[in-house]
Antibody, heavy 117, light 107 residues
Framework: QVQLQESGPGLVKPSETLSLTCTVS????????WSWFRQPPGKGLEWIGY???????NYNPSLRSRVTMSVDTSKNQISLRLSSVTAADTAFYYC???????????WGRGTLVTVSS | DIQLTQSPSFLSASVGDRVTITCRAS??????LAWYQQKPGTAPRLLIY???TLQSGVPSRFSGSGSGTEFTLTISSLQPEDFATYCC?????????FGGGTKVEIK
């Protein structure tokens, strides 16, 4: 059973960089599409971007200038970095794996990141 | 970007009711649509993919239909555990986007 667990600081200061890790168990990070999504409290979901095959990325144009994703196959982890954060980046952040059917069947439980001084 | 508009945004219903939620896309997305259920403090749960295919383990009272720009999610007989927020997502092109959500509450 594939399980995903997001981790990282719950509080980040404005203008700093948000860094999160998604640890995958029950399966390999290789050869799958991994996406990050986020959801501001009480609002809808937003796709941040995906990483595939350890290096191919596609980011949401609305965040592209600030986002970096990477994969660490030795630790079976996916990482997200979002630079120059503001209060608008306060959200629950989720990692998810795209299944062979093309849809996101596996999700982490999410982690809340608050941007505040 | 493709915009997804859900209606209604809020729905009050009773156990046993038949519930229908609509998702309209700003342009044709074939059948590249998913429906999710989300409860407070939890990750989205995939219910339906490819517009009408039931995800493994999801009760058969959930069904999806539609193609192109108009889609529906139907719950044939609402159960207590179904009170949640439902949202649609398209996977036709990037960026992926979601509908605004429909909150189903107990009448």
């Amino acid at each position: 059973q594939v399980q995903l667990q997001e981790s990282g600081p719950g509080l980040v200061k404005p203008s700093e960089t948000l860094s999160l890790t998604c640890t995958v168990s029950g399966g390999s990070v290789s050869t799958y599409y991994w996406s990050w999504f986020r959801q501001p409290p009480g609002k809808g979901l937003e796709w941040i971007g995906y990483i595939y095959d350890s290096g191919i990325t596609n980011y949401n144009p609305s965040l592209r200038s600030r986002v970096t994703m990477s994969v660490d196959t030795s630790k079976n982890q996916i990482s997200l970095r979002l630079s120059s954060v503001t209060a608008a980046d306060t959200a629950f952040y989720y990692c998810a794996r795209r299944d062979n059917n093309g849809y996101y069947c596996y999700w982490g439980r999410g982690t809340l990141v608050t941007v505040s001084s | 970007d493709i915009q997804l508009t859900q209606s209604p945004s809020f729905l009050s219903a009773s156990v046993g009711d038949r519930v229908t939620i609509t998702c309209r896309a700003s342009q044709g997305i074939s059948s590249y649509l998913a429906w999710y259920q989300q409860k407070p403090g939890t990750a989205p749960r995939l219910l339906i993919y490819a517009a009408s295919t039931l995800q493994s383990g999801v009760p058969s009272r959930f069904s999806g239909s539609g193609s192109g720009t108009e889609f529906t999610l139907t719950i044939s007989s609402l159960q207590p555990e179904d009170f949640a927020t439902y949202c649609c997502q398209h996977l036709n092109s990037y960026p992926l986007t979601f509908g605004g959500g429909t909150k189903v509450e107990i009448k």
